[in-house]
């Protein structure tokens, strides 16, 4: 069975600065999606990022870049330029390729220093 | 586009009682729909997975006759929780799924039980 684990109950960062979230995972399969999800205050799940296992390149949206080793079975997130809006909690999952359901890591809350 | 939503987004009832929670897709046909629980700081925990016109899928530890899912079209499922306690209070989020196996959240909603 998959597992994600996400290692950091709680990270802070001063506001321009950067900051990376740790998630690894375990599995058996080659072909599969990773995601990292934003929880803010209002508990509404938004889709941050999604990797596609088969593409070597790392994925990106604008500050939000992933460092993705598939051989470590490691996927973390950087957060460039970190706003006050980022403040919240990030879910790292992981879903097969063919299979609907999404494997979720404990969470990391980030706090945003002004 | 991928829009769910969710009605009500708060609600209190009395213990005893049921309360129905509706999930809709605005913009899309979901042929599968999720249920989670989510306690305050902890990740998703589903609960349930429903398919149009078949009976729900219920995990492990999950109540069938407690919770009652019905996902009557390819854009509404209802999860009722019956005789619900004041341990039933937590967040519900459902999500979405379209043929892409992308799932789309909904805002979710907090139940307490009095």
């Known amino acids: 069975a998959q597992t994600v684990t996400q290692s950091q109950p709680e990270m802070s960062v001063q506001e321009a600065e950067t900051v990376t979230l740790s998630c690894t995972y375990d599995?058996?399969?080659?072909?599969?999606?990773l995601f990292w999800y934003k929880q803010p205050p209002s508990r509404q799940m938004i889709l941050v990022i999604r990797?596609?296992?088969?593409k070597q390149q790392n994925a990106t949206e604008n500050r939000f870049s992933v460092n993705f080793q598939k051989a470590a079975k490691s996927f973390s997130l950087k957060i460039s330029d970190s706003q006050l809006g980022d403040a919240a909690m990030y879910f790292c999952?992981?879903?097969?390729?063919?299979?609907?359901?999404?494997?979720w890591g404990a969470g990391t809350k980030l706090i945003i220093k002004p | 586009g991928a829009v769910v939503s969710q009605h009500p987004s708060r609600v209190i009832c009395k213990s005893g009682t049921s309360v129905k929670i509706e999930c809709r897709s605005l913009?899309?046909?979901?042929?599968?729909m999720f249920w989670y629980r989510q306690f305050p700081k902890k990740s998703l925990m589903l609960m349930a997975t429903?398919?149009?016109?078949?009976?729900?899928?219920?995990e492990q530890g999950v109540e069938k006759d407690k919770f009652l899912i019905n996902h009557a079209s390819l854009t509404l499922s209802t999860l009722t929780v019956t005789s619900a306690h004041p341990e039933d209070s937590s967040f519900y989020i459902c999500?979405?799924?379209?043929?892409?196996?992308?799932?789309?959240f909904g805002p979710g909603t907090r139940l307490t039980v009095t």
């Open positions: 999500s979405a799924a379209s043929g892409n196996y992308e799932q789309y």
């Open positions: 913009d899309f046909q979901a042929t599968t």
């Open positions: 429903s398919n149009e016109g078949s009976k729900a899928t219920y």
């Open positions: 599995t058996s399969e080659s072909d599969y999606y």
């Open positions: 990797q596609e296992a088969y």
């Open positions: 999952a992981y879903r097969s390729f063919d299979n609907y359901q999404l494997i």
